[in-house]
Every structure is written in structure tokens, then in C-alpha cells.
């Protein structure tokens, strides 16, 4: 659960418990003016809370072409995701949540799929996680990179850290909740069109074992943004 830089690579153990509320540290960052968007117009939908408790991997596929969208200040700013990750809980050694552990940091990726899961990369790149199937199953899945709206460079939100920072999530979101009335949404199009979608092993968790090998990366074939090896 990298970017392309080293992540904590923590292991421990621990009693599965219920989830506390999530603790936020931080203050959320004003978005980039120039990927204001209007949903409406896009004809974007929000999905409904039993899009995110489905298999990690399915939603890992299904939030390709979808939005990635924020309200700040009465109006929306947005980004085509293009590229994602999958992590799997406790038995995959590249998750937070690897053999149960369980911290004041990690505790929002317990929560009921649908809620978002921030955590921060050598102090300064945040990365959003979409958090996937029931309650204290500890899946989710990373958002690696974005599409901005037309004209704008391909590449500006290629990566976790860029499209998160293009944005203003920071960690002091993680645990708010997507499905809710909350200003961090996920929007997909009504008649979304299919677009090719690749698979191949995840970035940056060479320490992960087996793990490592393992296709859980997605991203959309013709995208320029994807952020790395296609």
C-alpha cells in the first residue's frame, strides 16, 4: 500500500475489535481552481453503499472512470480515476491491516465500506483509500492516479500523492464517510463507457513477500495519467 516511494512497512498482531470513531490529525487543503466540475452536467451519479461492500477487487475495477470529486466552498472539484489498487485485508502482507494490526492511524480502513482511509508517505504525500466490503474486514482500495478535466496536463494528478494534493485531502479526512452527505464523493457516469483496463502487480511493496506478485493493480489502457510502468 505504497506510492512509488517507501511506506511505513509495520507488522504486528492484535484482538480484532470494533472500530472507534477515526482520529484525525491535520486540516484539509483548499482544491486546485482549475478541476472545477459539475456533476450534474457530467450526468454523475453517486452509488449507493452496497457499491462499496462488494469484493475488493470488483470495486478496485469498477472505480475506473468513475470521479473522485470534493466540495469546497458550495462547489465541486473532480477527478476520472484511472488507476488503482486493491489490498486485501489481513492475510495480504502489503495492507496497513497485515495479520490484524490495528492503530489509531489504520482504524478508519475497519470501517463499513464506502469511508475513506488517508494515510501519509514520508511526511508529505497523502493517499486516498476507498475502504471496501463489511465492517472490520480492513479492505480498500488505493487510489493511484486521476484524469483532470479537459485541457488541463495528463499527467498533473498522476500518482496518489498529486491527486490527493490536487484536491486537499489530507489525512484530516480519512474516516469521513463517501456515501453520506459528506464533501468528499465518489460519482460514476450513468452509461459509463467500457474502456480497456489492465492488470499487473502492485507498486512499491517489493517487502510484501508473495504478496508483491500479486495483479491487484488496475489502471485504464489509454489514460495518460496512469502514474506508473503500463
Excluded at 514520508?122 to 484524469?147: F, P
Excluded at 485531502?169 to 464533501?183: E, K, N, Q, W, Y
Amino acid at each position: 500500500m505504497q506510492e512509488s516511494v517507501q511506506k511505513e512497512n509495520s507488522r504486528g498482531g492484535g484482538k480484532r475489535v470494533r472500530p472507534r470513531a477515526p482520529i484525525r490529525h491535520g486540516v484539509s487543503r483548499p482544491p486546485d481552481p482549475r478541476l472545477r466540475i459539475e456533476p450534474e452536467a457530467l450526468g454523475l451519479l453517486e452509488p449507493p453503499r452496497s457499491f462499496y461492500r462488494r469484493e475488493t477487487i470488483s470495486v478496485a475495477k469498477d472505480l475506473l472512470g468513475s470521479w473522485l470529486a470534493r466540495r469546497f466552498r458550495g462547489k465541486w472539484y473532480g477527478a476520472r480515476i484511472v488507476e488503482t489498487e486493491a489490498y486485501l485485508g489481513i492475510g495480504d502482507a502489503a495492507a496497513h491491516t497485515w495479520n490484524g494490526r490495528r492503530t489509531a492511524r489504520v482504524e478508519p480502513m475497519y470501517a463499513d465500506g464506502g469511508h475513506l482511509y488517508v494515510f501519509l508517505v514520508y511526511g508529505m504525500h497523502h493517499c486516498a483509500n476507498v475502504v471496501t466490503r463489511e465492517e472490520g474486514t480492513g479492505q480498500a482500495v488505493l487510489l493511484r492516479a486521476g484524469e483532470p478535466p479537459g485541457g488541463l496536463p495528463a499527467r498533473l494528478l498522476s500518482g496518489p500523492g498529486k491527486l490527493c494534493a490536487g484536491l486537499g485531502i489530507t489525512v484530516a479526512d480519512s474516516g469521513r464517510d463517501l456515501a453520506g452527505a459528506g464533501p468528499i464523493r465518489i460519482f460514476r457516469r450513468r452509461r459509463a463507457r467500457r474502456s480497456r483496463i489492465i492488470a499487473s502487480p502492485r507498486i512499491g511493496v517489493d517487502y510484501a513477500g508473495d504478496a508483491a506478485a500479486w495483479p491487484l493493480r488496475f489502471f485504464i489502457s489509454d489514460s495518460d495519467a496512469v502514474s506508473g510502468k503500463r
